[in-house]
């Protein structure tokens, strides 16, 4: 059947503008923002129509077993089929072990059952650098040639100059690199995770550098 794509920059700039929501504070460990995350997109999916599975599983022929999915979005409707799904929207991993990165990919993009194919995926991964972006972007690419998803790949990594986590998202289509866009997360006054993007995070920060050279203007 044609795929069904969803516009995934849509879904990444909501993830941005919601991750305050979360309630992720300072105290949680990596295992609960996985959580967090993962239970964002299956409420999204929901609020769509589609059905959340939380660790649901696809078969993946190269290995010749099933591989869990950290998030599957199904598509049903009576009206066409009262006994099966019609097909699989969204696969969507999510990652925190940086050694995992090609991992991940190959889940999201595995060789599988027709009827287990994603029409959309989403990665969202933690990176140990923003140097690591274009080998995986190229894996990406590789790998949907034949898959032929929608992607959305999310990398995450610390910028130790500024303090925060710079969040780099990427929109693919089968041809190939579609969209980016850039994010900021960080730990606001009260020591919990918000996310804004890059440039309301620099009109911010230059804003906050005028406000400080004012009182110190104002202090001589």
Same mark, same amino acid.
């Given at each position: ?15 941005? !503008?919601?991750? !305050?929501?979360?309630? =992720? ?39 010749? !077993?099933?591989?869990?999915?950290? =998030? ?79 992607? =959305? ?68």
């Amino acid at each position: 059947m044609e795929k069904q794509y969803f516009n995934l920059i849509q879904f990444f700039e909501g993830y941005v !503008r919601n991750y !305050r929501r979360m309630n =992720l504070t300072q105290l949680h460990n990596r295992s609960m923002f996985t959580k967090r995350e993962i239970d964002y997109f299956a409420n999204l999916g929901e609020m769509l129509g589609f059905d959340s599975f939380v660790e649901d599983s696809k078969f993946d022929q190269s290995m010749g !077993r099933s591989r869990p999915m950290d =998030l599957a979005l199904w598509k049903w409707d009576a009206r066409v089929d009262d006994e099966n799904y019609l097909y699989l929207a969204l696969h969507l991993e999510r990652e925190n072990n940086w050694n995992n990165d090609v991992d991940t990919i190959e889940k999201l993009f595995s060789l599988t059952e027709e009827g287990f194919i994603p029409h959309n995926v989403i990665g969202i991964q933690f990176i140990e650098s923003a140097d690591r972006i274009a080998y995986l972007n190229n894996l990406v690419i590789e790998k949907n040639l034949s898959q032929k998803s929608n992607a =959305l790949m999310v990398y995450r990594y610390v910028d130790p100059d500024f303090n925060v986590e710079r969040v780099r998202a990427y929109s693919f289509t089968p041809k190939g690199l579609h969209e980016t866009r850039n994010a900021v997360c960080k730990i606001d006054d009260y020591r919990y995770w918000l996310m804004c993007f890059d440039e309301e995070y620099t009109a911010f920060e230059e804003e906050k550098e005028k406000s400080q050279g004012s009182i110190l203007e104002g202090s001589k």
